[in-house]
């Protein structure tokens, strides 16, 4: 319980606090990066139907945000995964999977707790709204980081809805916002 507008996050675990996101009102987190390599590349047939394409995705999870305050975990996070597209008339499909290495916040390693990697997958459909820019919708589900505080909620997988946009700014360089 929390006072109006206000909030409190935190896990404990043996009485020792693990984790805890502090009420800021602004807050850089750690910056996700990926870099995506076509290995099948999506197209059309000559009658307009779309072929799926298959490409490898690595990602770099920076540690800009401040640990101490909840924003990131200090450390460099490492993904992998296999994402694949599907052109149709009227959008595209996407669907990925994906494995990360997280790093554990240096609060919490010196509690004995350790943060656990996360597996994800997800579904996207993807609509054109101009020549450049794109409406996204993404279902994801992924395992929690926190699985090992046993705790309801917390440790459960999760389910996320993503909506969103992405914008072309070159022939192959996106800028997606969700």
Do not use: C
């Amino acid at each position: 319980a929390a006072p109006k507008d206000r909030f409190e996050v935190f896990a404990s675990q043996s009485g020792n606090r693990v984790f805890q996101l502090d009420e800021e009102p602004l807050m850089l987190a750690d910056v996700p990066l990926s870099l995506t390599w076509g290995i099948v590349p999506p197209g059309r047939t000559a009658d307009g139907a779309g072929t799926p394409g298959v490409a490898l995705r690595l990602g770099v999870e920076l540690p800009t945000g401040d640990e101490d305050h909840g924003a990131g975990n200090g450390e460099v996070d490492w993904a992998a995964g296999l994402a694949a597209s599907w052109p149709l008339q009227f959008g595209t499909v996407h669907a990925a999977v994906q494995h990360t290495w997280a790093g554990t916040p240096e609060r919490a390693r010196r509690n004995g707790f350790e943060f656990r990697d996360v597996t994800s997958a997800s579904g996207t459909f993807e609509v054109p709204l101009l020549d450049d820019l794109s409406g996204l919708v993404q279902l994801e589900w992924e395992t929690s980081t926190l699985r090992d505080l046993r705790i309801p909620v917390a440790a459960d997988d999760q389910v996320l809805l993503w909506v969103g946009g992405r914008l072309r700014i070159d022939r192959d360089l996106y800028f997606e916002l969700s």
